[in-house]
Nanobody, 129 residues
Framework: VQLQASGGGLVQSGGSLRLSCAAS????????LGWYRQAPGKQRELVAF???????NYTDSVKGRFTMSRDNAKNTVYLQMNMLKPEDTAVYYC????????????????????????WGQGTLVTVSS
């Protein structure tokens, strides 16, 4: 699975950007799709995620400003970022998770305890003050 993130760039405080993450396979196969970010000198943090059922969740610092969505036909997820702040400056990564299934010839399909986890290459967002 390949995840191609794009849409980052330089924007002034208060501006907007839309990030895209295109998957190399049907995104309906993933039970979880998320956006993370990592600022210089800081740990990677969750920004938003969307479940296969379409439920979205956001970290408190972006609620009301960021919106995550998906286009199943294009196998792409988006992160619309409005009212950007300098503290949003980071490399943004998309993440996708799917169940790790194994076929046993006698018992059928079984889900292994560790899910498959995929990361995109990251796209840099810089917000100037």
């Amino acid at each position: 699975v390949q995840l191609q993130a794009s849409g980052g760039g330089l924007v002034q405080s208060g501006g907007s950007l839309r990030l895209s993450c295109a998957a190399s396979e049907n995104i309906l196969s993933f039970f979880y799709l998320g956006w993370y970010r990592q600022a210089p000198g800081k740990q990677r943090e969750l920004v938003a995620f969307i479940t296969s059922g379409g439920n979205t969740n956001y970290t408190d610092s972006v609620k009301g400003r960021f919106t995550m969505s998906r286009d199943n036909a294009k196998n792409t997820v988006y992160l619309q970022m409005n009212m950007l702040k300098p503290e949003d400056t980071a490399v943004y990564y998309c993440n996708a998770r799917k169940a790790n299934l194994k076929l046993d010839p006698y018992t059928g399909w079984a889900r292994l305890p560790v899910d498959l986890n995929f990361w995109g290459q990251g796209t840099l967002v810089t917000v100037s003050s």
